[in-house]
């Protein structure tokens, strides 16, 4: 039989294209979730909302805008690289999704970027979304923006980590309730609408080598203080980076 008679060529797409294919049916999935939707983009717009207009916690001088919008855009990385995309996977890796996808010729770590890639669209979204609120309740942001897209990335990376440790090592149940439980904690606790010099100098140490504390006080630097590359955020989002992920590499379990 000649060469050429069964067309289409049957076998494997090329890497690249599984890629975007599987980073595009991530994101639908995300959009199309209510409780994703929910955490990722009505809570914190709610917040920036409720918070820039009702007098509820000091901000300090200036106008309360200006201070809580760099922690929500924050508060948005966080919700979607860290908590919907480990609860997301902890689910998919409980009913066996991981599972067969890993068998299939889509190869894990190729799985692993189409991930990363709906988690970036995704804050691409919200980031937008966020910054028109913003700006139409008056903030005036400053600095540069190759500083801020650096926080983002690295942020992203931080929490990306950190999500896929504890969907890969925890059942999804415990994923759940840890994901949230943490999201909640941070928001109180990560300077992003209450300020850190509110709470106890002693506490102020601890929380500011939080990565979503180091996120939100870097771009709060450049945004609201119009500050060059925070090196010190920088740093402390680039040492929780590379914990988290090393983690998550070496203790994932595909099952």
Same mark, same amino acid.
């Given at each position: ?146 500083? &801020? !897209?650096? /926080?983002?990335?690295?942020?992203? %990376? @931080?929490? #990306?980590?950190? $999500? +896929? =440790?504890?969907?890969?090592? *925890? ?21 992003? &609408? !209450?300020? /850190?010099?509110?709470?106890?100098? %002693? @506490?102020? #140490?601890?929380? $500011? +080598? =939080?990565?979503?504390?180091? *996120? ?22 680039? !040492? ?6 090393? %983690? @998550? ?7």
């Amino acid at each position: 039989m000649s060469a050429g008679t069964y067309i289409p060529k049957p076998g494997a797409a090329p890497v690249g294209r599984m890629i975007a294919a599987q980073a595009a049916l991530e994101t639908k999935m995300l959009l199309r979730n209510g409780e994703q939707l929910l955490l990722t983009v009505v809570i914190p717009s709610l917040l920036l909302v409720l918070f820039s207009t009702v007098d509820i916690v000091d901000t300090g001088d200036g106008r309360a805008v200006d201070f809580l919008a760099p922690g929500v855009l924050a508060l948005a990385v966080m919700s979607t690289a860290f908590t919907g995309q480990a609860i997301a996977t902890g689910f998919e890796r409980r009913y066996g999704v991981l599972k067969r996808l890993g068998a299939s010729p889509l190869p894990r770590w190729a799985l692993m970027t189409a991930k990363t890639l709906s988690v970036l669209v995704t804050e691409v979204l919200q980031i937008a979304l966020l910054t028109a609120i913003a700006l139409a309740l008056g903030w005036s942001p400053h600095g540069d923006p190759l500083s &801020v !897209v650096l /926080l983002l990335v690295l942020g992203t %990376a @931080a929490f #990306s980590g950190l $999500g +896929l =440790l504890m969907a890969g090592t *925890l059942k999804a149940e415990a994923t759940l309730a840890a994901a949230n439980l943490v999201f909640l904690l941070l928001l109180v606790g990560g300077g992003v &609408v !209450v300020p /850190l010099d509110k709470f106890p100098e %002693a @506490a102020q #140490s601890v929380l $500011g +080598l =939080l990565p979503i504390s180091a *996120l939100s006080d870097g771009l709060r630097d450049v945004l609201q203080n119009g500050a060059a590359l925070p090196w010190g955020a920088l740093g402390i989002l680039a !040492v929780w980076a590379v914990l988290g992920l090393g %983690a @998550a590499a070496r203790f994932f379990r595909w099952e």
